[in-house]
């Protein structure tokens, strides 16, 4: 019997390692592909900041082609579910019928996946949905996975955590109410080791950048819509801490 075919929704990330792993363990589909978007005016992993070329570097040491999706600079829900679409039905008529995501937890997040799914007759996959994010996070240390943290929400991290090997002393650090894995949004990583990888990842760590984003109904001085702040950053607009990973030359 032919296993079905899937595509894997990859951030490059803790989460989507983990559930990757948990797949390929399970051997109950094929994964045909990892599937990311990617900004293209900036060339990088969309909301983690990570250069595509890291990327390309992870999809190579999986032995899984990557597929990637370039999206503007902040599109509107429309242009995004648009391409999405097109997308979807693309990957319908090569055969995928599975669609797998590392989500945890977001109910309203897991919704809008399926929904967009059931229109292009896909079906979503969760490996690990509602699991306990702790036990989630002290298995895929316990794994041998290895990741560093590449994006920090401002309003709920202090700058110190971006960069930092994602590891137990990082989980002792987080201050209380912060979840294990991040998964309210409050940290990002990029995984660049573990037993999803033939070989590790190299890259070095470059610099640390707070990045502001301008909402829908305000605006800002400046075609780039955000501000990279050498001292304070700027409270009043929604800001993240980013550490630049840097490939090797």
Request: charged share 30%; proline share 6%; hydrophobic share 35%.
């Amino acid at each position: 019997m032919n296993k079905p075919k899937a595509l894997f929704n990859w951030s490059g990330g803790k989460d989507s390692s983990l559930c990757l792993y948990h797949v390929l363990q399970a051997g109950e589909i094929d994964v045909s592909c990892l599937f990311t978007t990617v900004s293209a005016r900036y060339n990088r992993i969309s909301q983690h900041g990570v250069r595509a070329e890291l990327l390309r570097v992870q999809a190579e040491k999986t032995g899984i082609p990557l597929k990637i999706l370039r999206l503007p600079d902040s599109p509107t829900m429309e242009e995004y579910n648009n391409r999405l679409r097109e997308t979807l039905a693309g990957f319908r008529e090569e055969g995928v019928t599975v669609s797998v995501f590392g989500d945890i937890a977001l109910e309203d997040l897991r919704r809008y996946r399926e929904e967009q799914l059931s229109k292009a007759g896909l079906k979503g996959l969760f490996p690990l949905w509602k699991q306990p994010t702790g036990k989630l996070a002290k298995e895929f240390i316990d794994l041998g996975f290895k990741a560093v943290t590449v994006c920090v929400d401002g309003s709920r991290l202090d700058r110190s955590f971006a960069g930092r090997d994602f590891d137990e002393d990082f989980l002792k650090d987080l201050p209380e109410g912060i979840d294990s894995c991040g998964e309210n949004g409050e940290f990002h990583t990029f995984v660049y080791d573990g037993p999803v990888f033939s070989k590790s990842v190299a890259f070095a760590r470059g610099d640390l950048v707070y990045r502001t984003y301008t909402p829908p109904d305000r605006e800002v001085d400046g075609s780039d819509d955000y501000s990279c702040s050498a001292g304070r950053p700027e409270s009043s607009l929604p800001g993240f801490w980013f550490c630049d990973l840097i490939p090797p030359v």
